[in-house]
Protein backbone atom coordinates (compact mmCIF):
# COMPACT_ATOMS: atom_id res chain seq x y z
CA UNK A 1 0.00 0.00 0.00
CA UNK A 2 2.68 2.72 1.13
CA UNK A 3 5.25 1.23 -1.82
CA UNK A 4 2.28 2.14 -4.32
CA UNK A 5 1.17 5.24 -2.32
CA UNK A 6 4.79 6.34 -2.40
CA UNK A 7 4.91 5.65 -6.57
CA UNK A 8 1.92 7.35 -7.72
CA UNK A 9 2.52 10.70 -5.56
CA UNK A 10 6.37 10.71 -6.95
CA UNK A 11 4.22 10.45 -10.50
CA UNK A 12 2.10 13.01 -9.97
CA UNK A 13 4.50 15.13 -8.53
CA UNK A 14 6.48 15.00 -11.44
CA UNK A 15 3.66 15.92 -13.94
CA UNK A 16 3.03 18.61 -11.57
CA UNK A 17 6.64 19.89 -11.68
CA UNK A 18 6.84 20.05 -7.84
CA UNK A 19 10.53 20.20 -7.23
CA UNK A 20 10.65 19.76 -3.62
CA UNK A 21 8.18 16.89 -3.22
CA UNK A 22 10.01 15.19 -6.15
CA UNK A 23 12.95 15.19 -4.88
CA UNK A 24 11.35 14.51 -1.01
CA UNK A 25 9.84 11.37 -2.45
CA UNK A 26 12.92 10.39 -4.13
CA UNK A 27 14.66 10.18 -0.81
CA UNK A 28 11.99 8.35 0.84
CA UNK A 29 11.71 5.85 -1.79
CA UNK A 30 16.00 5.81 -1.84
CA UNK A 31 15.82 4.69 2.01
CA UNK A 32 13.28 2.15 1.52
CA UNK A 33 15.17 0.68 -1.27
CA UNK A 34 18.43 0.28 0.93
CA UNK A 35 15.99 -1.12 3.56
CA UNK A 36 14.25 -3.65 1.14
CA UNK A 37 18.07 -4.42 0.12
CA UNK A 38 19.30 -5.08 3.68
CA UNK A 39 15.98 -6.89 4.62
CA UNK A 40 16.23 -9.63 1.39
CA UNK A 41 20.20 -10.14 2.87
CA UNK A 42 18.29 -11.39 5.55
CA UNK A 43 15.67 -13.80 4.05
CA UNK A 44 12.68 -11.41 3.68
CA UNK A 45 11.66 -11.61 0.09
CA UNK A 46 9.27 -8.89 -0.07
CA UNK A 47 11.81 -6.18 1.45
CA UNK A 48 10.53 -4.77 4.47
CA UNK A 49 6.97 -4.77 6.00
CA UNK A 50 4.54 -1.69 6.52
CA UNK A 51 5.09 -0.91 10.08
CA UNK A 52 8.60 -0.59 9.28
CA UNK A 53 7.98 1.84 6.67
CA UNK A 54 6.14 3.87 8.83
CA UNK A 55 8.86 3.63 11.64
CA UNK A 56 11.44 4.51 8.67
CA UNK A 57 9.17 7.60 7.36
CA UNK A 58 8.93 8.98 11.27
CA UNK A 59 12.51 8.72 11.76
CA UNK A 60 13.11 10.91 8.62
CA UNK A 61 10.72 13.55 10.09
CA UNK A 62 12.58 13.02 13.45
CA UNK A 63 15.86 13.69 11.58
CA UNK A 64 14.50 16.55 9.96
CA UNK A 65 13.27 18.07 12.98
CA UNK A 66 16.95 17.70 14.66
CA UNK A 67 18.46 19.40 11.51
CA UNK A 68 15.66 22.32 11.76
CA UNK A 69 17.24 22.71 15.73
CA UNK A 70 20.34 23.37 14.16
CA UNK A 71 20.20 25.23 11.39
CA UNK A 72 18.01 27.73 13.52
CA UNK A 73 21.09 27.98 16.00
CA UNK A 74 23.43 28.73 13.19
CA UNK A 75 20.87 30.81 11.62
CA UNK A 76 20.30 29.11 8.61
CA UNK A 77 16.63 29.90 7.72
CA UNK A 78 17.00 29.05 4.04
CA UNK A 79 17.69 25.49 5.44
CA UNK A 80 14.75 25.34 8.42
CA UNK A 81 12.52 26.58 5.47
CA UNK A 82 13.40 23.55 3.13
CA UNK A 83 13.25 20.86 6.19
CA UNK A 84 10.09 22.09 7.09
CA UNK A 85 9.00 21.42 3.49
CA UNK A 86 10.42 18.04 3.80
CA UNK A 87 8.64 17.28 7.19
CA UNK A 88 5.22 18.11 5.64
CA UNK A 89 5.94 16.06 2.68
CA UNK A 90 7.09 13.18 4.78
CA UNK A 91 3.75 13.55 6.52
CA UNK A 92 1.52 13.67 4.37
CA UNK A 93 2.49 9.96 4.22
CA UNK A 94 1.87 8.69 8.13
CA UNK A 95 -1.02 8.51 9.90
CA UNK A 96 -2.75 10.94 11.83
CA UNK A 97 -0.14 11.33 15.00
CA UNK A 98 -1.72 10.65 18.52
CA UNK A 99 -1.34 13.57 21.00
CA UNK A 100 -0.11 13.77 24.81
CA UNK A 101 -2.70 12.82 26.00
CA UNK A 102 -3.54 10.38 23.70
CA UNK A 103 0.14 8.80 24.06
CA UNK A 104 -0.24 9.09 28.31
CA UNK A 105 -3.69 7.50 27.90
CA UNK A 106 -2.26 4.89 25.78
CA UNK A 107 0.58 4.06 27.99
CA UNK A 108 -1.60 4.11 31.05
CA UNK A 109 -4.29 1.54 29.18
CA UNK A 110 -1.06 -1.03 28.52
CA UNK A 111 0.95 -0.88 31.70
CA UNK A 112 -2.66 -1.34 33.33
CA UNK A 113 -3.58 -4.71 30.79
CA UNK A 114 0.11 -5.84 31.49
CA UNK A 115 -0.02 -5.39 35.21
CA UNK A 116 3.63 -3.56 34.91
CA UNK A 117 4.36 -2.25 38.04
CA UNK A 118 8.55 -1.40 37.94
CA UNK A 119 11.14 0.07 35.30
CA UNK A 120 11.95 -3.81 34.68
CA UNK A 121 8.35 -4.04 32.87
CA UNK A 122 9.20 -1.36 30.30
CA UNK A 123 10.41 -3.38 27.66
CA UNK A 124 7.23 -5.46 27.70
CA UNK A 125 4.95 -2.09 27.69
CA UNK A 126 6.89 -0.39 25.18
CA UNK A 127 6.48 -3.49 23.13
CA UNK A 128 2.70 -3.76 23.50
CA UNK A 129 2.94 0.26 22.12
CA UNK A 130 4.96 -0.49 19.07
CA UNK A 131 2.71 -3.65 18.38
CA UNK A 132 -0.43 -1.35 18.51
CA UNK A 133 0.29 2.09 17.48
CA UNK A 134 2.86 1.78 14.82
CA UNK A 135 3.45 5.06 12.63
CA UNK A 136 0.74 6.53 15.01
CA UNK A 137 3.12 7.22 17.69
CA UNK A 138 6.02 9.33 18.95
CA UNK A 139 7.85 6.58 20.78
CA UNK A 140 10.20 8.43 22.44
CA UNK A 141 7.27 10.70 24.29
CA UNK A 142 5.79 7.28 25.22
CA UNK A 143 9.13 6.06 26.58
CA UNK A 144 10.00 9.16 28.83
CA UNK A 145 5.35 8.65 30.13
CA UNK A 146 6.50 4.61 30.39
CA UNK A 147 9.40 5.50 32.80
CA UNK A 148 7.55 8.23 34.45
CA UNK A 149 4.72 6.21 35.75
CA UNK A 150 6.53 2.76 36.19
CA UNK A 151 9.28 4.76 38.80
Known sequence: MFRTRLNESLKEAMKAREQATVSTLRLILAALKDRDIAARSKGASDGIAEDEILEMLQKMVRQR???IEMYQ??????LVEK??????IIERFLPKQLG???ILSA???VIGELDASSIK???RVMSALK???AGRMDF???STMAKDRLT
Open 107 to 109: VSE
Open 131 to 133: QRY
Open 140 to 142: GRA
Open 121 to 123: DMG
Open 100 to 102: DEE
Open 73 to 78: KGERPD
Open 83 to 88: EAAEIE
Open 65 to 67: HDS
